[in-house]
């Protein structure tokens, strides 16, 4: 009877340390991509990336529109033109589509560089509001419930609607 009454003391301190614990250690999830594409500063952001693009698209557009009309001419005097004045000319476009090509390139990387650029103070600003919020309500950890973020289930609180009201939206 003694063995029973000591068992069952261990499991009940057990059982009362291990709830206590929990109890310790809040956790809450936020979806942070839906946070951050709600933010007002990313649909500006999004704006100016849609307008930089467009621009690029545009001369491009302008280069290659160019490039074709001087192959259609090059294409039609070729017959009365010399060999050597056909090999200048060949040179010539080739040249016209390496450029092309390299200003494709550099738009990409321009383009990556501005995301990058306008992208980095709004996450900043969605990470200090998220900590703020968190430290505010007691939690002691926050996980990112974004679709492949690592979170397999998320049933704490979900904080997105108080780090919008920080965030003034």
């Known amino acids: 009877m003694k063995q029973i009454k000591t068992l069952l003391l261990a499991a009940t301190l057990f059982i009362a340390g291990t709830s206590f614990m929990q109890a310790q250690t809040t956790v809450a ?14 649909k500006t952001a999004q704006a100016e990336m849609d307008k930089l693009g467009k621009t690029y698209e545009a001369d491009i557009k302008s280069m290659v529109t160019e490039y074709q009309n001087k192959m259609k001419l090059y294409d039609a005097e ?22 092309i090509q390299a200003y494709q390139g550099q738009a990409q990387q321009d383009m990556q560089k501005k995301e990058v650029d306008l992208l980095k103070p709004i996450t900043e600003k969605a990470k200090a509001a998220i900590l703020k919020v968190a430290k505010a309500q007691g939690f002691n950890y926050v996980l990112d419930s974004t679709q492949g973020g690592g979170v397999i289930m998320a049933e704490g609180k979900d904080l997105l609607a108080d780090v919008k009201k920080e965030l003034g939206f």
């Open 78 to 99: 070729a017959a009365t033109k010399t060999a050597e004045e056909n090999q200048k000319r060949m040179v010539e476009v080739q040249t016209m589509q390496q450029n």
């Open 29 to 42: 999830h936020i979806n942070t991509q839906d946070l951050i594409a709600a933010m007002p500063a990313m």
